[in-house]
């Protein structure tokens, strides 16, 4: 794993010479940009997460893992962008509950169950739950009117999550790479309609690798999150996505597949050797890792998983919608512009013009995820924000859940009493149900962090010293058997 720095040094992706990615030919000086970037801040002040709504999140996501422990004795994990903190006022929240595949429907059916009969019952007003049986399961409801989405087995974004907020970390400057997916999310949401996998869109992981892609090539020449959207929007504009993939480090041609080769080269923060150490690291099944990039599933619009070179991101794209996102980024490229070559007396306003849905939606003093008024836009006043996201829970969330999925290589610090862990024929891959004295087997393994999630002990070492020791390796625990 490669360490946490502000902002590292850049290098190079290739031995060739490499180029930089200016923002545009257009003529604005340094004091312009900075104008306008304070002002971009100001509207992403009143669309990115609060504190208060933090909490409201963090409430609901604690209700409904106690249900899934006290009622099913099983775990539920947060993933996506609430822990992130990359969420929109509109955002759902995503769960993902922890079962043996053969038990998925048992438990999604039990837990649909449980919701139904919590409605109307509960402070915490459980509405419109349904049952999705596709391929990936999902009880789909809405908890104090926000909509909460539970998966089954979702171990892919947990893994997700540790890659970017890593990534958020590296890149430094005040979350530059949040600040830039929320202001970007908010402009494909409110304002082009872009945004959305279940419409044929673009998936909110996908526009982050998109998002990083942008920073990670084109770093030291953007300002603030309204340069990496205005590079972001110029940029996919012109892309070719009939010959070419975007992969982090830059463009890749489809006819190269599986040759992940890129056809440009630029100066970049994040390289190929911490790409490669975040597979190794996050992904989920070594079988995942060494059939990366060996079947990439060619769709109309292709963007490889940084973890996982064989899943296309861009899957959710139909050939129709393709032509509308150009159309959406050349629009937005050229609305932007115009702003930008505006004298400073007018563009203030013409960027909040920009933006006009988002304020409209979110820039009132009130927000959709949050009971009590907020502060409205306009006043020269925020509500309190905090973007860094627990790296270390999010890590230590899916180390448990390669151990519950029998991954055979897990990290485990000297000196860890194993003997409480609970297995099932011996195996460390069964279904972790109630123990006769109360507690989930999960608890009996490790203490409480966080929000209450237990998980399993990592005594006083970071997460980067535990990847800096020899792992050792765990087949199977037997009950009452030692490490």
Known sequence: MVDLKEGMPVS?????????????????DVEMWKIAEERAQEILNTIQPICVADRSRNEIFAYVQTLARDRLGTEVFNFGSVPLKTYLPDGDIDLTVLTPQDKEEDL????LSILEAESGESNFHVTDVQYVPAQVKVIKCKIKNIAVDISFNQMGGLSALCFLEQADQIFGRDHLFKRSIIL??????YESRILGANTGLISTYALAVLVLHIINIGYP??????????????????????KNCVTVHGPVLISSLPDMTETEHHEVVLNEKFVRECMESYSFSTKAVEANGRHFPVRYFNIVDPLKHSNNL???VTQGNVQRLKHAFTLGAKKLKDVLTLPRETMGWKLENFFGNSLERNGKGQRLDVDEPITAFGTGRSELSELRGDFERYFQSLVYGKWFHGETHLWIP??????????????????????????????????????????????????????????RTVKSLPSGSQS
């Open 314 to 316: 861009g899957r959710s």
């Open 221 to 242: 020449s953007l300002s603030g999150p309204l340069a990496v959207l205005f590079k972001f929007l110029d940029y996919y504009a012109s892309f070719d996505w009939g």
């Open 108 to 111: 999604a059916k039990a837990l």
């Open 184 to 189: 970007i999310k908010a402009w494909c949401y």
């Open 12 to 28: 190079s992706s290739s031995s060739s010479p490499s180029s930089s990615l200016p923002l545009s030919t257009m003529q604005i």
């Open 414 to 471: 000297q000196g860890q009493d194993t003997s409480s862990w609970d297995t099932v024929n011996g195996q460390n891959n069964g279904f972790y149900w109630r123990n006769v004295n109360g507690a989930t087997s999960l608890q009996n393994m490790g203490r409480s962090r966080g929000t209450g999630t237990f998980f399993p002990e990592m005594g006083q070492q970071s997460y980067t010293d535990g990847f800096g020791s020899q792992p």
